[in-house]
């Protein structure tokens, strides 16, 4: 078992792995530049789901991610997990056989898929909705997904690690990694703060690839922005995740919706998230009171832009990477596989000895595929 381990990041990736390490009898210390939660995991959506993840090891990774999810909030008592299901729906016809086709391939995987119509989704789930009945006659319904507050999350993981003896230290960005003998050594901040370590586990969601570079190491990753829209609170509206066609949302934690919508996340540019797009939020109301008219009345109070952490293939990026000792833990699905990674990792680490479900999303695919890329180009 290794002395010293620190953990950059305290998000919902970062706080799971350094919990679990914590829970086996490791000395550990969480690394932030901001507050547990305040990165992408109090920015996203935080869908828990296996819907559309492909390839089938991908797919069964979330599946299992959703199920650790139900036992950490058993363990800890969380009030961040909340099920329901999620109701999806498509509006063209390319759309309808696209989400038929999903609907077919996760009922051959064994995963809970149903069709519902207009009818029982309004009598039974949704009775707010107004749905179009032409444009809602076929509704999947997943009963098993859900979503989770990324924030609570993260502060009870903070909680949880400082009860096993652990640190969570916020406002410390790290600026070098230390290394002796080609092994890591300490990590150094930005204040001049230095901490030993034995194992550094990057956990930096969007900037992990940065702090991979500070250990020798080549993550490269290919992140994406996403734009969220929180409504004022009221009484509820819906209880579940909703992915109709022209908006998705979920309730909020603060009593409020969280509303969002793919295409407007494609105009985004860098600079909004320092300037927030005060028009995508009025687009994003608009869709929603459209679809809940019990809505309208409900200003935004907060819009959140995050970077979503997504390495260059999609795929997860979880094992060693760069100076011995460096190892690295980014994917796209942080929230939905967060907690199972963080016991995943945390054994491996422990033990030594190499988890096989990881075994296709290990970092050394990302030079290779670049490698490829490259040799085709020449």
């Known amino acids: 078992m290794p002395n ?4 950059i990041g305290a998000g919902a ?3 799971s792995v350094a919990f679990r390490l914590a829970q086996a009898g490791a000395r550990v210390t969480v690394l932030d530049a901001g507050e547990p939660g305040s990165g992408t995991s109090g920015s996203s959506f935080a869908w828990l789901n296996s819907g559309d993840k492909q390839p089938r090891e991908y797919h069964d990774l979330n599946v299992a991610g959703m199920r650790e999810h139900r036992a950490l909030a058993d363990e800890l008592g969380g009030r961040w997990y909340h099920g329901g299901g999620n109701l999806d729906w498509a509006a063209t016809d390319a759309g309808r056989e696209k989400l038929r086709q999903r609907v077919a391939r996760l009922q051959e995987w064994g995963y809970a898929a149903e069709w519902l119509t207009p009818e029982r989704v309004l009598g039974e789930l949704e009775p707010r909705l107004a749905l179009d009945r032409d444009e809602g006659r076929s509704i999947a319904y997943f009963p098993e997904e859900g979503w989770v507050d990324g924030q609570l999350l993260a502060r009870a993981l903070a909680g949880a690690i400082e009860r096993g003896g652990g640190r969570v230290l916020g406002g410390r960005q790290v600026a070098r990694i230390e290394s002796a003998g ?13 901490f030993a370590a034995d194992v550094v586990v990057n956990c930096a969601g969007q900037h992990a690839d940065a702090v991979a570079r ?7 990753l290919a992140n994406t922005l996403g734009l969220l829209a929180i409504t004022s609170a009221g009484p509820p509206v819906v209880s579940r995740v909703v992915h109709a066609p022209n908006v998705h949302l979920r309730p909020d ?14 105009e985004l540019a860098r600079d909004t998230v320092v ?4 028009a995508g939020c009025s687009e994003l109301l608009r869709r929603a009171v459209e679809l809940v008219p019990s809505l309208g009345g409900r200003t935004i109070v907060e819009a959140r832009i995050g970077t979503r952490p997504i390495p260059k293939d999609g795929l997860p990026a979880v094992g060693p990477a760069g100076s011995d000792g460096h190892y690295v833990v980014v994917t796209h699905s942080g929230i939905t ?8 990792v945390a054994a491996e680490i422990i033990g030594g000895t190499p988890d096989s479900r990881l075994a296709p999303f290990r970092p050394e695919r990302l030079h290779e595929s670049v490698a490829q890329a490259r040799g085709a180009r020449s």
Not at 182 to 194: E, K
Not at 337 to 344: M, Y
């Open 13 to 15: 990736v970062g706080g």
């Open 253 to 266: 934690s603060g009593g409020g919706v969280m509303l969002h919508v793919e295409e407007i996340d494609r």
């Open 214 to 220: 500070l250990a020798g190491g080549d993550v490269p």
């Open 275 to 278: 300037n927030v797009n005060l």
């Open 337 to 344: 596989l967060g907690p199972l990674l963080g016991r995943i």
């Open 182 to 194: 080609g092994r890591v050594a300490g990590v150094g901040t930005q204040d001049g703060d230095r």
């Open 4 to 7: 010293e381990v620190v953990v």
